[in-house]
T-cell receptor, first 115, second 118 residues
Framework: GAVVSQHPSRVICKSGTSVKIECRSL??????MFWYRQFPKQSLMLMAT?????????EQGVEKDKFLINHASLTLSTLTVTSAHPEDSSFYIC???????????FGPGTRLTVL | AQTVTQSQPEMSVQEAETVTLSCTYD???????LFWYKQPPSRQMILVIR??????QNATENRFSVNFQKAAKSFSLKISDSQLGDAAMYFC???????????????FGKGTHLIIQP
């Protein structure tokens, strides 16, 4: 149990285009989902917190107009990178939190490469 | 703001031996959670062990145990009988204990690359 999926696992896009990444909790309902970013050989940095049905809360320094987050249901959150640039290339990881276990379960991540 | 520090970028241990990974943190909060996560080459984050700050007893999960020193703000991970499958990046993480439900995101350390020598 407690499986979180992400789609796509890898995406390559041209500079200036937008990319959407989906995060799904497959066998549980997640009140809260988190989005992290991990640069090569570095740690995970929290980008934003999303609660179902409300606006996401962004960490300091994260552009909310560039990284659009939608948490439309208790099992789905999406991250849209708008007008992507090469510096947005990174590994994006989501996690889903369930109050039942009070635990964050992580997705497998999405590698974004912007050319 | 909370910070998590892992001072060992890389550690190496012989198979079947014991290794300890260090983690210190800084916080003004009295109630919080601490975690160790494993990230193998697949990049999938795997929860190894978790510790509630209000619990004095150190958490244990099979071959993995922690030494939690709240006053010293230290949270080390001991891996006994190291196995080849333990090779990975290990991240120490902090989470505030929020009252009234809900959860905050995790603050991670920079990680320790654990190498297992056969």
């Amino acid at each position: 149990g407690a499986v979180v999926s992400q789609h796509p696992s890898r995406v390559i896009c041209k500079s200036g285009t937008s990319v959407k990444i989906e995060c799904r909790s497959l066998d549980f309902q997640a009140t809260t989902m988190f989005w992290y970013r991990q640069f090569p050989k570095q740690s995970l940095m929290l980008m934003a917190t999303s609660n179902e049905g409300s606006k996401a809360t962004y960490e300091q320094g994260v552009e909310k107009d560039k990284f659009l987050i939608n948490h439309a249901s208790l099992t789905l959150s999406t991250l849209t990178v708008t007008s992507a640039h090469p510096e947005d290339s990174s590994f994006y990881i989501c996690s889903a939190w369930t109050s039942r276990a009070d635990t964050q379960y992580f997705g497998p991540g999405t590698r974004l490469t912007v050319l | 703001a909370q910070t998590v520090t892992q001072s060992q970028p890389e550690m190496s241990v012989q198979e079947a031996e014991t290794v300890t990974l260090s983690c210190t943190y800084d916080t003004s909060e009295s109630d919080y959670y601490l975690f160790w996560y494993k990230q193998p080459p697949s990049r999938q984050m795997i929860l190894v062990i978790r510790q509630e700050a209000y619990k004095q007893q150190n958490a244990t999960e099979n071959r993995f145990s922690v030494n939690f020193q709240k006053a010293a703000k230290s949270f080390s991970l001991k891996i006994s009988d190291s196995q080849l499958g333990d090779a990975a990046m290990y991240f120490c993480a902090y989470r505030s204990a929020r009252s009234g439900g809900g959860a905050d995101g995790l603050t991670f350390g920079k990680g320790t690359h654990l190498i297992i020598q056969p």
